[in-house]
T-cell receptor, first 114, second 110 residues
Framework: DAGVIQSPRHEVTEMGQEVTLRCKPI?????LFWYRQTMMRGLELLIY????????DSGMPEDRFSAKMPNASFSTLKIQPSEPRDSAVYFC????????????FGPGTRLLVL | QKEVEQDPGPLSVPEGAIVSLNCTYS??????FMWYRQYSRKGPELLMY????GNKEDGRFTAQVDKSSKYISLFIRDSQPSDSATYLC??????????FGAGTRLFVKA
């Protein structure tokens, strides 16, 4: 398996622009997570899905952030409009519902909002 | 107060040293305890996983959980330069929502 795939790997954009991050989870995994990592706040859970349904979005910072999972093999995290404080590394992770603990992370998307 | 507290370091040790990394937590409902390793510009990867209290050993790595003290540890024996990374503790109650510590940056000098 290729692991969790994220695109783009790097994104530089200007304040006010829309940003869309993409994730392909590991085939067969029924949980998908979006995280944000910064030096100041560490690794924060933004939202997670089970069987394509959002379960907990309490970590989404504000209405500018939205996430979708239209099918089992694809998810997006959208920021509109983007702000400089959104600059961070965004990780997608997936796991199977069988057994606890093992999340598999993607390589991350480094976002810089100017 | 954060649910999970972890000293961010950095921690610098000579090659061959024994490394001790620690986290404390406040939520007594946590049952699953993990350690993830994250190399620079990479995603975290699971290193050790423990359910409830006790010890678990895997090669040079030993994970310990003391639920009575709400304290978990990761020991690395015979540390190598390749162990240089950020180590994140993580915990779950069983509901698939994982809470991560801030991560400790470790440098092992050759």
């Amino acid at each position: 398996d290729a692991g969790v795939i994220q695109s783009p790997r790097h994104e530089v954009t200007e304040m006010g622009q829309e940003v869309t991050l993409r994730c392909k989870p590991i085939s067969g995994h029924d949980y998908l997570f979006w995280y944000r990592q910064t030096m100041m706040r560490g690794l924060e859970l933004l939202i997670y899905f089970n069987n394509n349904v959002p379960i907990d979005d309490s970590g989404m910072p504000e209405d500018r952030f939205s996430a979708k999972m239209p099918n089992a093999s694809f998810s997006t995290l959208k920021i509109q409009p983007s702000e400089p404080r959104d600059s961070a590394v965004y990780f997608c992770a997936s796991r199977s519902g069988q057994g606890a603990g093992t999340q598999y992370f993607g390589p991350g998307t480094r976002l810089l909002v100017l | 107060q954060k649910e999970v507290e972890q000293d961010p370091g950095p921690l610098s040790v000579p090659e061959g040293a024994i490394v001790s990394l620690n986290c404390t937590y406040s939520n007594s409902a946590f049952q699953y305890f993990m350690w993830y390793r994250q190399y620079s510009r990479k995603g975290p990867e699971l290193l050790m996983y423990t359910y409830s209290s006790g010890n678990k050993e895997d090669g040079r790595f030993t994970a310990q959980v003391d639920k009575s003290s709400k304290y978990i540890s990761l020991f690395i024996r015979d540390s190598q330069p390749s162990d240089s990374a950020t180590y994140l503790c993580a915990m779950e109650t069983g509901g698939f929502k994982t809470i991560f510590g801030a991560g400790t940056r470790l440098f092992v000098k050759a």
